[in-house]
């Protein structure tokens, strides 16, 4: 899962340059250690918060084949409990966030266990201003969605992938903070025709993200915002 060194590097950015990776996280720590508090990966303004039901070092990490990403470390599993498992992490200073431009968030995501699991990877704002989030859901199709008001979210636009349990999948969303949509890509080694794009949302902020699972298991590993799709396809 890349090249994680588990050292915190703050680094607080108000505006991308062009090319380069703002924050990776690769869940390089030690198998079975919980998620909560841990601060490895690059590019982060804090420690990761999972003060619920646990997401756990496990290993091996994930790997795809398209794009080719080769765990080399461990990744992360959300608890298989019935009640939620949240994780947030600060990506830049709440009073300097993204707000403008084009972003992209990679990572590698797969539903696990349970008939009913789902969960999400999301861009957080303030007051449950949240532009957008990539979603998934057992016997569903990956999808992507924006916010239409404050903790209010549009339809789901759907993928035609099917979310299929024990598959792993690495999922792009270029966010166009400036006019508030998304483009979801699943499995493109480069960007092509968008699987999935949202209707034009509310918000184009944020400075956290979220990771959220309910009613099953699910893992994560390799999340990397960046300028370029490049950057987060690692």
């Excluded at 490895?40 to 290993?59: F, I, L």
């Excluded at 699987?195 to 944020?206: C, R, Y």
């Excluded at 979220?210 to 990397?224: E, H, K, P, W």
């Amino acid at each position: 899962s890349g090249t994680g060194t588990g050292v915190l590097t703050l680094t607080v950015v108000s505006a991308p340059s062009s090319g380069s990776v703002l924050a990776e996280e690769t869940f390089d720590y030690e198998e079975g250690t919980n998620l909560n508090g841990l601060s490895g990966g690059t590019g982060w303004a804090s420690a990761w918060s999972n003060t619920d039901n646990p997401w756990t070092a496990v290993s091996p990490g994930l790997s795809v084949t398209s794009p080719e990403i080769v765990s080399s470390d461990n990744g992360m599993k959300s608890a298989t409990a019935s009640a939620t498992r949240t994780a947030t992490r600060a990506a830049v200073s709440t009073s300097a966030p993204y707000n403008s431009g084009v972003i992209y968030l990679g990572v590698l995501l797969r539903d696990d266990s349970g008939s009913s699991e789902y969960g999400y990877v999301q861009i957080t704002g303030d007051y449950n201003r949240n532009p957008f989030r990539i979603n998934w859901a057992h016997n569903s199709f990956w999808s992507v969605a924006s916010q239409s008001a404050a903790n209010t979210w549009n339809a789901s636009a759907y993928s035609t992938v099917p979310v299929v349990q024990g598959e792993t999948v690495c999922a792009v969303m270029k966010m166009d903070l400036t006019n508030k949509i998304a483009y979801l890509y699943i499995n493109q080694a480069t960007e092509g025709t968008p699987d999935a794009v949202t209707p034009v949302g509310a918000f184009g902020s944020f400075h956290t993200l979220t990771i959220r699972t309910a009613n099953g298991g699910a893992s994560i590993d390799d999340l990397r915002l960046g300028t370029t799709y490049a950057d987060v396809v690692q």
